[in-house]
């Protein structure tokens, strides 16, 4: 059992907390810190962990072996160097950063110290998404020509915390809560983006946004594809991958629909799984020496350098060469 602090115990964080705390067989939280100890003392009795409000204290903690962070997405990259250098794993919640040269340097404080490395990028772990990625790898597809991808939901409304709502803490609209989503899966699918064309409308701004983001990529391997999110939209998730022999959908958490030529055309439904222990369990199994983390990292900062650009793209109203 590998014994964990959680850093930053908010709505997040508490999700996560919820997941895996007496649940998973892997990892357990010895210790929790937040900047409002007094609001998280009946939860953190509840999950039987102890508080301390810095992440040093975390650190210095002797039965701490990782520490997995749930803090404001600036945070990330300067922790995750900290958390490296003082020789423990470290699982950092999406993004990994807002700059390619932020998830660059995380990557590499991880691989000077030795220690494992994970993303909360859920969605990976989706039965939809697990089997399209058996399909893809199964060839039946033929060459992967062109991805889609869609990742809408209300979050934005139902769970508005002060600094989500920070241009600086969450640039390009949806595209930190849901569209970093559909670029890992880009990222694991296609590999590294070549260009990027993205657009951004707003429809009403303030605490509770209305605006969509929509991109259009090709890829360094000569795949095409294209991304939209819609905040505040009611949940919708859809990655499309095509080849020139058939496609493969991931729909929604539990649904996989494969098409191949000659209409043949089936639909799979999966059980439902807890998604966010699932992906710490895999963290756990990396810290223990059991397997690698499934998400390269590579594929950590590939994702972000199509994030970055994507803001940048926004920005300057015209495509970007990565």
Same mark, same amino acid.
């Given at each position: 059992?590998?014994? %964990?602090?959680?850093? #930053?115990?908010?709505?997040?964080?508490?999700?996560? /907390?919820?997941?895996?705390?007496?649940?998973?067989?892997?990892?357990?939280?010895?210790?929790?810190?937040?900047?409002?100890?007094? +609001?998280?003392?009946?939860? +953190?009795?509840?999950?039987?962990?102890?508080?301390?409000?810095?992440?040093?204290? +975390?650190?210095?903690?002797?039965?701490?072996?990782?520490?997995?962070?749930?803090?404001?997405?600036?945070?990330?990259?300067?922790?995750?160097?900290?958390? /490296?250098?003082?020789?423990?794993?470290?699982?950092?919640?999406?993004?990994?950063?807002?700059?390619?040269?932020?998830?660059?340097?995380?990557?590499?404080?991880?691989?000077?110290?030795?220690?494992?490395?994970?993303? #909360?990028?859920?969605?990976?772990?989706?039965?939809?998404?697990?089997?399209?990625?058996?399909?893809?790898?199964?060839?039946?597809?033929?060459?992967?020509?062109?991805?889609?991808?869609?990742?809408?939901?209300?979050?934005?409304?139902?769970?508005?915390?002060?600094?989500?709502?920070?241009?600086?803490?969450?640039?390009?609209?949806?595209?930190? #809560?849901?569209?970093?989503?559909?670029?890992?899966? @880009? %990222?694991?699918?296609?590999?590294?983006?070549?260009?990027?064309?993205?657009?951004?409308? +707003?429809?009403?701004? #303030?605490?509770?946004?209305?605006?969509?983001?929509?991109?259009?990529?090709?890829?360094?391997?000569?795949?095409?594809? @294209?991304?939209?999110?819609?905040?505040?939209?009611?949940?919708?998730?859809?990655?499309?991958?095509?080849?020139?022999?058939?496609?493969?959908?991931?729909?929604?958490?539990?649904?996989?629909?494969?098409?191949?030529?000659?209409?043949?055309?089936?639909?799979?439904? @999966?059980?439902?799984?807890?998604?966010?222990?699932?992906?710490?369990?895999? @963290?756990?199994?990396?810290?223990?020496?059991?397997?690698?983390?499934?998400?390269?990292?590579?594929?950590?900062?590939?994702?972000? %350098?199509?994030?970055?650009?994507?803001?940048?793209?926004?920005?300057?109203?015209?495509?970007?060469?990565?």
């Amino acid at each position: 059992m590998i014994k %964990a602090a959680i850093v #930053g115990l908010g709505w997040w964080g508490k999700n996560i /907390a919820d997941a895996v705390q007496g649940k998973s067989s892997k990892l357990q939280f010895v210790h929790g810190v937040t900047q409002e100890l007094d +609001a998280t003392r009946d939860f +953190a009795k509840t999950k039987g962990f102890r508080l301390s409000a810095t992440l040093e204290e +975390a650190l210095a903690d002797p039965e701490v072996q990782a520490i997995v962070l749930a803090t404001p997405h600036s945070l990330h990259a300067d922790q995750v160097v900290q958390v /490296a250098r003082a020789g423990k794993a470290v699982f950092c919640e999406k993004p990994l950063s807002l700059t390619r040269a932020d998830a660059q340097r995380a990557v590499d404080a991880c691989k000077a110290a030795g220690v494992p490395i994970g993303v #909360g990028q859920n969605k990976r772990f989706w039965p939809s998404t697990v089997e399209m990625r058996r399909v893809i790898a199964s060839g039946v597809l033929g060459r992967i020509m062109h991805v889609e991808g869609h990742y809408s939901n209300e979050h934005s409304s139902k769970f508005f915390a002060p600094w989500r709502d920070l241009p600086s803490e969450t640039p390009g609209a949806g595209m930190t #809560g849901t569209g970093i989503h559909i670029l890992d899966a @880009f %990222a694991n699918i296609a590999g590294p983006a070549e260009k990027i064309t993205a657009q951004f409308i +707003a429809h009403r701004e #303030g605490a509770d946004p209305r605006d969509t983001v929509s991109v259009l990529f090709k890829f360094k391997n000569n795949i095409s594809g @294209f991304l939209g999110a819609v905040r505040a939209s009611p949940l919708y998730f859809r990655i499309h991958v095509f080849g020139d022999e058939g496609s493969v959908e991931a729909l929604d958490e539990t649904r996989t629909i494969i098409r191949l030529k000659g209409g043949k055309t089936e639909v799979k439904d @999966f059980p439902k799984i807890d998604s966010i222990r699932a992906e710490i369990d895999a @963290f756990a199994d990396a810290v223990a020496g059991v397997a690698p983390y499934p998400i390269t990292t590579d594929e950590m900062v590939n994702t972000i %350098a199509s994030f970055e650009a994507i803001i940048n793209s926004i920005k300057a109203g015209e495509t970007l060469t990565l």
